[in-house]
């Protein structure tokens, strides 16, 4: 029963900070949508970037745009930048960590396209730097975070937008974010393609 009582715990933790998630962030998560759909009506791209778990998610919201999410449609612009394991190894080896998504959006990212930072902490130094590098190239951030945002938050301009999930446990928040995603994935196709 021990076990059991363990998986019922996950289950319920993972619902009571997703309904907080949903009530405090409803209105961004419609304002986020609508900002990605403007983007790619005006034919720019999202650029995703994540370290660890949040990497994972970077990959499969990126996946889900290029390929499909429910039903068949064209294929969107979104690139994950953790994807690409010879040019974070070369510019780790070159460079430091510290840079190895700033490179990459400086050579990128352009004006009108929307950088999707996601961290669980928003302490990642690559992604502070990130934010820095889409500021310089004139992009939008949207940045998913959770616990008090890190440093990640006192980056973004006022007209941003910020997911934080209150919790500081990195799988709870996980959980979260994927939702997330997928609600924004939602947005897009409906927004795009109706029901």
Do not use: W
């Not at 009530?23 to 970037?49: D, F, R």
């Not at 990959?59 to 889900?64: D, E, G, R, S």
Request: charged share 20%; glycine share 8%; hydrophobic share 45%.
């Amino acid at each position: 029963m021990e076990l059991e009582d363990r998986i019922v715990s996950q289950f319920h933790n993972s619902m009571e900070i997703n309904a907080q998630t949903i009530e405090h962030y409803t209105p961004l998560i419609a304002e986020a949508g609508e900002l990605l759909l403007h983007c790619l009506v005006n034919e720019s791209k999202i650029l995703c970037v994540g370290n660890g778990g949040a990497g994972a998610l970077s990959q499969h919201f990126t996946a889900l745009l290029l390929s499909r999410f429910r039903h068949e449609r064209p294929g969107l612009p979104a690139l994950a930048l953790n994807a690409d394991s010879a040019a974070m190894s070369a510019i780790t080896e070159d460079s430091s960590f510290a840079e190895v998504y700033a490179k990459q959006i400086r050579a990128l990212g352009q004006p009108g396209d929307i950088l999707l930072a996601i961290s669980p902490d928003g302490r990642g130094t690559s992604l502070v730097q990130a934010i820095q590098a889409a500021h310089d190239r004139e992009m939008q951030v949207i940045a998913l975070t959770g616990g008090d945002g890190g440093n990640m938050t006192a980056l973004l301009a006022r007209d941003e937008i910020e997911i934080c999930v209150p919790s500081d446990d990195e799988a709870l928040v996980y959980d979260a974010q994927l939702l997330v995603l997928h609600c924004l994935c939602d947005l897009i196709d409906y927004q795009l393609f109706g029901a």
